[in-house]
């Protein structure tokens, strides 16, 4: 039994080592495939710079704002006798708003008419008398020539107080004038500030509020600030659209009407107004507008990938293939949408780029293989 049971066993382990011995050779034949087969390096894509134009859209805050607006205030002290408007009412050039009272002016404007009056009496009597003896002195020895002299600088004398008291009334009946409050343009009135029997006068006498606040409301103005990097994207004319939080689905036109010329020192930005024309007064002044201003510069302008531009600490950069070498290019870039980017700097038409950049090629390193696709 023991004689059987060591030729057992030794079977055993010849098996065992037979079948580890297969293992290990197909494993090295596996490992022999693999190394025999060359691995196949994947070609780096590059593209050949082309001039073209990249249309994007600045998202920007505005506002809008009345055409014209002004605060009216009473010109002289006096007292509201009667208010003809209120807020809300819309109100047409020239209309009467509100009419004030002023006793003492009164009296003064009937002073000075009597004056004038006194006055004219007097100039008509002096006037006449030296008529009378102009005529009188055309016969020889009648009135001797200091007393024609004396008339005529009576007469003068006269109608200088005359012309005096004159500029005296129209003085005061302009004044009067003030007693009455019309609107200086078409608009709606705002705000209003006082209630009839108040006293008012200019602004620190009588009242610091205005009267009234009239705002052309069926012409705004919106205005934006747009900063200096997109300042070259707007002309005069150029056309933008806005809306307002009230009305997201309504998106409004208008075209740039004035443009500063000028840059806001503390913003560093231009300031933009647009004329809007809201006869159905579904825009009020004081809105806040989102405005897409469109950015385009026409064929002017390198296109590329953004995968083209490299962003270092040292600057930004594009890879030129050159001669199977890499060549870092120095560029700026300006708008960039879809993927897309402006570039500025010392570049060529014609020139080939590669299209995905990263800092582990380095300038003037050699380029094996790469293949041109287009963007």
């Not at 201003?293 to 064929?299: A, D, K, Q, T, W």
């Amino acid at each position: 039994m023991k004689y059987i049971s060591k030729i057992s066993f030794t079977i055993l382990l010849a098996t065992c080592l037979a079948g580890i011995q297969s293992c290990n050779s197909s494993k090295a034949k596996e490992e022999n495939k693999n190394t025999s087969e060359p691995t196949q390096e994947a070609a780096i894509e590059a593209f050949v710079l082309k001039k073209g134009s990249l249309s994007s859209t600045l998202q920007i805050p505005g506002e809008l704002i009345a055409f014209q607006q002004v605060d009216l205030y009473a010109k002289v002290s006096s007292f509201v006798k009667k208010l003809h408007v209120d807020v809300g009412s819309e109100v047409h050039q020239g209309q009467l708003l509100a009419t004030m009272e002023a006793p003492e002016l009164l009296s003064q404007y009937v002073s000075s008419t009597s004056r004038l009056r006194s006055q004219e009496a007097i100039y008509l009597a002096s006037k006449t008398n030296y008529e009378r003896l102009l005529e009188t002195s055309k016969t020889p020895g009648t009135v001797s020539q200091n007393d024609l002299d004396l008339a005529l600088a009576k007469q003068n004398s006269d109608l200088a107080q005359l012309e005096t008291a004159r500029s005296v009334s129209n003085e005061i009946s302009d004044t009067r004038n003030y007693l009455e409050i019309r609107a200086p343009f078409s608009g709606v009135i705002s705000a209003r500030n006082v209630s009839t029997g108040a006293f008012v006068g200019p602004t620190g006498k009588g009242s610091e509020a205005p009267l009234f606040t009239l705002v052309e409301q069926r012409k705004l103005r919106l205005v934006v600030s747009i900063p200096e990097a997109y300042n070259s994207y707007l002309t005069p004319q150029s056309e933008v659209h806005f809306k307002v939080k009230s009305l997201q689905n309504v998106s409004f036109p208008a075209k740039v009407s004035r443009m500063a010329g000028a840059l806001d020192t503390r913003l560093r930005s231009q300031r933009i107004e647009m004329d809007v024309v809201n006869q159905d007064k579904r825009l009020l002044p004081g809105m806040i507008a989102e405005v897409s201003i469109p950015l385009s510069r026409g064929e002017g302008s390198f296109i590329v990938p953004k995968t083209a531009v490299l962003n270092t600490a040292e600057g930004t950069y594009m890879i030129k293939a050159e001669n199977n070498k890499s060549v870092w290019v120095p560029v700026k870039t300006g708008a960039t949408a879809d993927g897309k980017t402006e570039i500025f700097g010392e570049l060529h038409e014609g020139d080939t780029f590669l299209k995905i950049v990263t800092e582990e090629v380095r300038n003037n390193s050699e380029l094996k293989s790469f293949k041109t696709v287009n963007i």
